[in-house]
């Protein structure tokens, strides 16, 4: 749904000589300078409340079979404009979005040789910049073999950067995130968030990654990145034809974390919904056979503790029904898991159920109890196989009424060669989402290429994986996931949209061959429901570890989608402070979080309803509470307050506070 305030288009045709051409964020504090150097090379500039973000950056690309495009242009004409859009997402932090910009095209020829033609679009928001580039259709260029892309980005001041490699530790972001200096890094993932000299805080991404491969940043020197694609096994990073344009080039802008945070600039660089017909995208929470897998509890493979079978099944979905669960994932279900399944995946099918997993009875079951199976679909990798099987392993998901998948590829490479984020890999994961959107499917994908804001134009794309989720807390040689990292985690990796972490552990004295733990308190894993989005949240531990436990009822409280969201304090890799209204009541919901270090956090609660009262059910962390020694205690208490209160939490080592707030009157 898209509801217009204003769209005031003012295009500018006209010759321009090589002076620099400057547009303004429409509140005026960010400023974006295109010009070209002697030698016609295109840069840009960036500033923001008159200060360096990005200094004279080139831009260009380099090709196979076909000259450079890099140097010796003129411009040809520019056209500026301006929009004011106000969109609703079905689900997501936000109901509403504005989409306020004002644009530059610039319009490029070479002066000599064939003349080619390349366009520069650029957008810019009170939140940042977003720019691409465009190749229209030309006789001098055709089908094409990219073979760099020549995108720099030149800060001031080596600044300090939150970052994770490239494929160096695995192929799929599932690594820890550390701060340094630029010199001190290598090639690096996007988003990639910088701590600036001049105390700004810069996160680069990309929007709209479309039939292209995904940009990851390579430094060149101490103050300097370029744009670095992820190539194809034979070495090619893109292969396309004119007319063709790139994803967006994306530049978050902000005077603190909490406006990293929240920023929508990804969002408004994606196309609106393709799909018409949205009754059937639904947020949810769910359980799962899962978690027993990763304790080896259950095996995903057949034997005497295999874990998906339709008598186990069937008691997840008795306790999902009593507890207002959504959802029962259920992996190792089908044909495959048998032997190591990880090294090849062409053992799986996905039409076949192994011979204790009645798939039709159990979808019948679970839907006299209001409740969905949620389908696993697991490859390995073996994307190939998984394609020649779609169709049908959706339309068998949808005859039994399961209406969401969660899909996996544990492996280094696709089809034992292409990189999860090439090009190869965003035709794949793009082709999966399409299918399953015909068939009236969501997906939760797992070790995914990035995300780039596709959920808007694909709304069944619910949510995804790319990073440590709880998973590590189970058999993580390093001991699992630190303190600090779900305090980093919203300044980075969920800058690129929803994330699958998996929270609600509620025991914590399980025992694992590494000595990996679940590095939190119990009030910590409250909170994280409201730090950390995804429409399709888990509880995450074992049924009976919820069993008689006052602290659940604030998950099955917790709702997976919002109306608004702030962040109203945060550190990257200290604390967090996130509220979130509900879409759904006037409720909102508070998460707070600290790293190691135990923590006072005062929360204003300016956010509320003013002339309103409100009962504020808070989980606090208890006496001694420490993640390391003594993750239990915990407190809940009610108190009356209104939108002047502040609250003062006490966070332990570790440790969090979620806070529900209800209208009284």
């Known amino acids: 749904m898209q509801k217009c305030l204003l769209l005031l288009i003012l295009t500018l045709f006209f010759s321009c000589d090589e002076k620099p051409i400057s547009i303004l964020s429409p509140d005026n504090k960010n400023e974006l300078i295109f010009s070209l150097t002697e030698k016609g090379e295109p840069q840009y500039v960036l500033s923001s409340r008159g200060k360096n973000v990005l200094l004279p950056s080139k831009l260009g690309?380099?090709?196979?079979?076909?000259?450079?495009?890099?140097?010796?242009?003129?411009?040809?004409?520019?056209?500026?404009?301006?929009?004011?859009?106000?969109?609703?997402?079905?689900?997501?932090?936000?109901?509403?979005?504005?989409?306020?910009?004002?644009?530059?095209?610039?319009?490029?020829?070479?002066?000599?040789?064939?003349?080619?033609?390349?366009?520069?679009?650029?957008r810019l928001f009170n939140d940042g910049l977003g720019f691409r580039y465009i190749f229209p259709k030309q006789?001098?260029?055709?089908?094409?073999?990219?073979?760099?892309?020549?995108?720099?980005?030149?800060?001031?001041?080596?600044?300090?950067?939150?970052?994770?490699?490239?494929?160096?530790?695995?192929?799929?972001?599932e690594s820890s995130y550390r701060k340094t200096p630029i010199g001190q890094t290598d090639t690096i993932n996007t988003p990639a968030t910088f701590e600036t000299k001049d105390s700004l805080y810069v996160a680069i991404h990309e929007a709209n990654l479309t039939d292209f491969a995904s940009m990851t940043l390579l430094k060149s020197n101490e103050k300097q990145y370029k744009s670095e694609l992820v190539p194809w096994a034979d070495g090619v990073k893109v292969y396309t034809e004119t007319p063709f344009k790139t994803p967006w080039r994306t530049v978050i802008v902000g005077e603190n974390p909490a406006q990293l945070a929240t920023s929508t600039l990804m969002l408004n660089l994606n196309e609106p919904s393709k799909i018409e017909d949205l009754s059937w995208i639904e947020p949810s929470k769910y359980i799962g056979i899962w978690w027993g897998m990763h304790l080896e509890k259950y095996t995903w493979g057949?034997?005497?503790?295999?874990?998906?079978?339709?008598?186990?099944?069937?008691?997840?979905?008795?306790?999902?029904?009593?507890?207002?669960?959504?959802?029962?994932?259920?992996?190792?279900?089908?044909?495959?898991?048998?032997?190591?399944?990880?090294?090849?995946?062409?053992?799986?099918?996905?039409?076949?159920?192994?011979?204790?997993?009645?798939?039709?009875?159990?979808?019948?079951?679970?839907?006299?109890?209001?409740?969905?199976?949620?389908?696993?679909?697991?490859?390995?990798?073996?994307?190939?196989?998984?394609?020649?099987?779609?169709?049908?392993?959706?339309?068998?998901?949808?005859?039994?009424?399961?209406?969401?998948?969660?899909?996996?590829?544990?492996?280094?490479?696709?089809?034992?060669?292409?990189?999860?984020?090439?090009?190869?890999?965003?035709?794949?994961?793009?082709?999966?989402?399409?299918?399953?959107a015909k068939y009236h499917i969501m997906i939760d994908n797992h070790e995914p290429v990035k995300g780039t804001g596709l959920q808007r134009t694909y709304p069944n794309l619910m949510t995804q994986e790319g990073g440590r989720g709880q998973e590590y807390n189970a058999w993580?040689?390093?001991?699992?996931?630190?303190?600090?990292?779900?305090?980093?985690?919203?300044?980075?990796?969920?800058?690129?949209?929803?994330?699958?972490?998996?929270?609600?552990?509620?025991?914590?004295?399980?025992?694992?061959?590494?000595?990996?733990m679940v590095n939190t308190t119990l009030a910590k894993q409250l909170a994280l429901y409201v730090i950390i989005y995804s429409p399709q949240q888990m509880a995450s531990?074992?049924?009976?570890?919820?069993?008689?436990?006052?602290?659940?009822?604030?998950?099955?409280?917790?709702?997976?989608?919002?109306?608004?969201?702030?962040?109203?304090?945060?550190?990257?890799?200290?604390?967090?402070?996130?509220?979130?209204?509900?879409?759904?009541?006037?409720?909102?919901?508070?998460?707070?979080?600290?790293?190691?270090?135990?923590?006072?956090?005062?929360?204003?609660?300016?956010?509320?309803?003013?002339?309103?009262?409100?009962?504020?059910?808070?989980?606090?962390?208890g006496k001694d509470a420490n993640y390391k020694s003594n993750p239990y205690p915990i407190i809940i208490t009610n108190q009356l307050v209104n939108n002047k209160s502040v609250l003062n939490l006490e966070l332990a080592p570790g440790g969090g506070s979620a806070i529900k707030f209800t209208p009284v009157d």
């Open 61 to 122: 690309f380099e090709f196979e079979e076909n000259e450079a495009m890099k140097e010796g242009f003129k411009i040809i004409n520019i056209e500026k404009s301006t929009a004011d859009v106000l969109w609703e997402q079905p689900w997501g932090e936000f109901k509403e979005i504005r989409d306020h910009h004002n644009e530059l095209i610039v319009h490029l020829k070479e002066k000599n040789g064939s003349g080619r033609t390349m366009d520069l679009v650029f």
């Open 139 to 173: 006789e001098n260029l055709g089908k094409v073999k990219i073979s760099n892309e020549i995108t720099e980005f030149t800060f001031p001041n080596q600044e300090d950067v939150w970052w994770i490699p490239v494929h160096r530790e695995n192929s799929y972001y």
């Open 302 to 436: 057949q034997g005497e503790k295999h874990g998906a079978t339709t008598e186990n099944t069937k008691k997840y979905i008795d306790f999902a029904s009593e507890n207002g669960f959504d959802g029962v994932l259920v992996e190792g279900w089908n044909v495959g898991w048998d032997g190591d399944w990880t090294a090849d995946g062409r053992a799986f099918s996905f039409t076949d159920a192994y011979p204790d997993f009645d798939l039709e009875e159990i979808c019948k079951y679970a839907a006299q109890k209001n409740v969905r199976l949620i389908g696993h679909h697991e490859t390995a990798g073996a994307a190939k196989h998984y394609e020649d099987q779609l169709e049908d392993a959706f339309a068998l998901y949808k005859k039994n009424g399961v209406n969401a998948v969660k899909t996996g590829y544990v492996n280094k490479y696709l089809n034992k060669k292409e990189w999860h984020d090439s090009q190869y890999g965003v035709r794949h994961y793009r082709k999966v989402i399409e299918t399953a």
């Open 476 to 516: 993580s040689p390093d001991g699992g996931n630190t303190p600090e990292h779900t305090t980093i985690m919203p300044f980075t990796r969920m800058l690129s949209g929803p994330f699958d972490f998996t929270p609600g552990n509620f025991d914590f004295d399980y025992k694992t061959p590494n000595g990996a």
């Open 541 to 621: 531990d074992l049924p009976e570890n919820y069993k008689d436990q006052q602290a659940f009822q604030f998950i099955k409280d917790v709702p997976s989608t919002w109306e608004t969201t702030k962040v109203l304090d945060a550190q990257i890799g200290e604390y967090v402070t996130t509220v979130r209204k509900d879409r759904n009541s006037r409720n909102w919901y508070l998460g707070a979080i600290t790293n190691k270090k135990a923590r006072d956090i005062r929360a204003e609660l300016s956010f509320l309803e003013p002339d309103k009262k409100y009962e504020a059910t808070i989980y606090s962390d």
